[in-house]
Nanobody
Framework: QVQLVESGGGLVQTGGSLRLSCAASGLTFSTCAMGWFRQAPGKEREFVAAIRSSNTYYADSVKGRFTISRDNAKNTVYLQTNSLKPEDTAVYFC??????????????????WGQGTQVTVSS
């Protein structure tokens, strides 16, 4: 079955950086779409970034600060987060699907999810 395992979260000061990783198994990684979402306390889960092949997509709130990338040899997708702000504090989730969903910002469009990794940005 499909398994997604996130890592790389932690506590960082405002302006700092973290690199999140998501290791995938159980699907043909090189051709699938991968995404990152986040959920802050008391808020709904929201889209952060997605990648399929070499095409990338970002939420306006992270554009220019976050970079999504993938290493097909390692079946891993990354989210490089720079210039972090306290409002970036959330649990970050990895998502996958065999095709990029037509409305990729909608969580219901993605079939596979990881358990999440906590990112906390202190002010």
């Amino acid at each position: 079955q499909v398994q997604l395992v996130e890592s790389g979260g932690g506590l960082v000061q405002t302006g700092g950086s973290l690199r999140l990783s998501c290791a995938a198994s159980g699907l043909t990684f090189s051709t699938c779409a991968m995404g990152w979402f986040r959920q802050a306390p008391g808020k709904e889960r929201e889209f952060v970034a997605a990648i399929r092949s070499s095409n990338t997509y970002y939420a306006d709130s992270v554009k220019g600060r976050f970079t999504i990338s993938r290493d097909n040899a390692k079946n891993t997708v990354y989210l490089q987060t720079n210039s972090l702000k306290p409002e970036d504090t959330a649990v970050y989730f990895c998502a996958a699907d065999r095709l990029l969903p037509s409305d990729y910002v909608q969580i219901q469009q993605w079939n596979y999810w990881g358990q999440g990794t906590q990112v906390t940005v202190s002010s």
